[in-house]
Each structure stands twice: as C-alpha cells, then as structure tokens.
C-alpha cells in the first residue's frame, strides 16, 4: 500500500511513464487504484515520430502491469514523508511477524 499512498500524494503533477513496450508518455497524473492503473490527461509521446498514431490522444487509462517505470521530477517527491512511511510499514511487518 506504501506505493498506492505515494502515488495519491502525486496527483495533478506532471509524470512520464514509461512502459513495458517502450513507449514514454508524458502526462498530468489524474488518478491511480490499488493496483497502480494510472490516468494522464494532456499526454504527449516523448518519441511522437516514432508513434504518431498517439499524437491525437490526449487522455489514457494506463494499466498497473504494464508500466515499467514512473519518472517524477525531483522536486515532486517528499522524501521525507516517503521514508518515514517506509520505516513505519517495516515496524509494522516486523510487529506481525513476532506475533505471529
């Protein structure tokens, strides 16, 4: 759920994702589901001549297991928050783990 959370804080920021057919698509992300589907609204293909047949697309449903990579520009990613969250899941893990 660790990237799920993460991934909400994100919305209404510019995302590039990548995906697994090596296509790029650039995009303001609208929403993401526990399974990590993706919405981008305002899309440009980053290789647009390679893939013209996207360039009327303005909007995509991106499925989670498709994606290989999601590239945030740096100033969009609260590391802080973000490692505070990941040191609370391993307690958490670890909790259940002794208890059960």
Do not use: C, W
């Amino acid at each position: 759920m660790l990237f799920f959370s993460f991934f909400k804080t994100l919305v209404d920021t510019t995302v590039t994702v990548e995906l697994k057919n090596d296509i790029s698509i650039r995009g303001t992300l609208k929403s993401v589901d526990q399974y990590l589907n993706i919405k981008l609204d305002d899309i440009s293909v980053v290789d647009d001549l390679k893939y013209p047949h996207l360039s009327s697309v303005r909007n995509v449903f991106i499925r989670g297991s498709v994606v290989r990579y999601v590239h945030l520009s740096s100033g969009s990613v609260d590391t802080a928050l973000l490692e505070d969250a990941t040191r609370r899941e391993a307690a958490q893990a670890a909790t259940k783990v002794r208890q059960g």
